[in-house]
């Protein structure tokens, strides 16, 4: 599988793992559902990688790696924690123009401290996925105000730029599926902990009417990580997080169907501009190439 096959699957996804999961927000808390997911997804993680490589080998891994781990879980955590405190102190109308900002950080990031290079062309797609998607959630940006919620949401856009750098480039011979038990693991313990906090944690044992969603999303969280970070260990980052604008549409037209949520003619339109604006990319990068070196063993560990 290409890393362009495998981002462009991951977006569609996580798209519908959103959908799912508004069905089950519906009489569940956000951290609660969160907790529940990512710990069980890093519970999968964590017996995969039990069985696929020898514990010597995964103690290596930490070993030479410990620092670097923490690093990247600390925004991977920062990237969760501050999305659900974001989501619940900010309007729509904020929510969808400052997430769009992970493109620019990916991007100005990338392109300062990794030398991820890209020309004029590159720009203009992501100015036209941008003000397509903000198409899409059918927003104003006159309409915009900061407010502390938003100030949440600007951390967990650039959480998400960070963390997907040090895993592109710091991480590249640590198999995935230990990043993924790492962030799904150190995630889950963090919502634990906001659960405990906020005396709520007997509603974990609660999954009457969530059963279902709750399965779907953990299927669906591990197929999105697997293949998210199989698309980061080929791709730059910021193609990566521009691929990912196909989100969008996945998840509205999930909403359509699974929750009766109608969608504009706008919105319409800027599914089609944001389909047609990563097509682009990916033609961009299919016959182009411009991706840095990197290691073709994706899950496996090198030999010393």
């Keep these: 599988m290409s890393g362009l096959t495998a981002t462009l699957l991951s977006a569609v996804s996580f798209g519908l793992y959103i959908v ?54 600390f925004f991977g955590v920062g990237a969760n924690v501050s999305f659900f405190i974001g989501i619940k102190m900010s309007s729509a109308n904020n929510l969808a123009i400052i997430t769009r900002l992970d493109i620019l950080f990916a991007a100005v990031i990338g392109s300062w401290l990794f030398g991820e290079k890209l020309v004029g062309y590159d720009w203009v ?65 963090m919502l634990l902990i906001i659960n405990i906090f906020a005396n709520q944690t007997s ?21 999105q990580l697997f293949t998210y970070y199989y698309g980061l260990q080929k791709l730059e980052v910021w ?37 047609f604006g990563v097509l682009i990319m990916s033609l961009r990068h299919k016959y182009k190439r411009t991706m840095l070196p990197q290691d073709n063993k994706s899950f496996n560990l090198q030999k010393d």
């Design 20 to 73: 799912i999961s508004k069905i089950a927000l519906v009489n569940t808390p956000a951290t609660i559902f969160g907790c529940l997911v990512t710990m069980l997804g890093s519970i999968f993680f964590g017996i995969y990688c039990y069985f696929k490589y020898p514990i010597n080998q995964i103690q290596h891994i930490f070993k030479n790696n410990w620092r670097i781990l923490i690093l990247m879980s």
């Design 239 to 275: 193609l990566v997080r521009t691929l990912f604008l196909l989100t969008l549409v996945s998840s509205s037209i999930g909403s359509y169907f699974l929750l009766n949520e109608r969608l504009a003619v706008e919105q319409q339109q800027g599914m089609l501009l944001v389909v």
């Design 203 to 223: 509603l974990l044992l609660e999954l009457e009417g969530i059963k279902i969603p709750l399965t779907i999303c953990v299927f669906l969280l591990v197929f």
């Design 125 to 189: 797609a992501i100015a036209l996925l941008v003000l397509a998607s903000l198409r899409v959630f059918n927003v104003k940006m006159g309409d915009l105000s900061l407010d502390i919620g938003d100030i949440f949401l600007i951390l967990h856009t650039l959480s998400v730029a960070i963390n997907g750098m040090i895993i592109r480039y710091k991480l590249l011979d640590v198999p995935r599926p230990i990043i993924a038990f790492v962030n799904s693991g150190v995630s889950a313990w």
